[in-house]
């Protein structure tokens, strides 16, 4: 069984940046895909970023440019930093770690103010 847990989410204004954690624990192969996604009130979950235990990274257009997502192996930990956030990246960010099967945290709230 794998554990994932976010932190960092909060309130910043437009324009500002944060960055979010998601820390894995329990039984993790070597090999898996960390991504992660976000979910706004009253909309579909949105993948954002994936990035795989080799470090290849792919991103969805809407963040290109202005999110990075990046790991560390030995901390079985992955990071999303958001810069130039814009009131619609207003939503629950939820981090996944994809190996035999996909685990998902409980999720981040993350509110950006105009």
């Known amino acids: 069984q794998v554990q994932l847990v976010e932190s960092g989410g909060g309130l910043v204004q437009a324009g500002g940046s944060l960055r979010l954690s998601c820390a894995a624990s329990?039984?993790?192969?070597?090999?898996?895909?960390m991504a992660w996604h976000r979910q706004a009130p009253g909309k579909q979950r949105e993948f954002l970023a994936a990035?795989?235990?080799?470090?290849?990274?792919n991103y969805a257009d809407s963040v290109k440019g202005r999110f990075t997502i990046s790991r560390d192996n030995a901390k079985n930990t992955v990071y999303l930093q958001m810069d130039s956030l814009k009131p619609e990246d207003t939503a629950v960010y939820y981090c996944?770690?994809?190996?035999?099967?996909?685990?998902w945290g409980q999720g981040t709230q993350v509110t950006v103010s105009s």
């Open positions: 329990g039984s993790i192969f070597s090999y898996n895909v």
């Open positions: 990035i795989t235990s080799g470090s290849s990274t």
């Open positions: 996944q770690l994809t190996s035999s099967r996909s685990y």
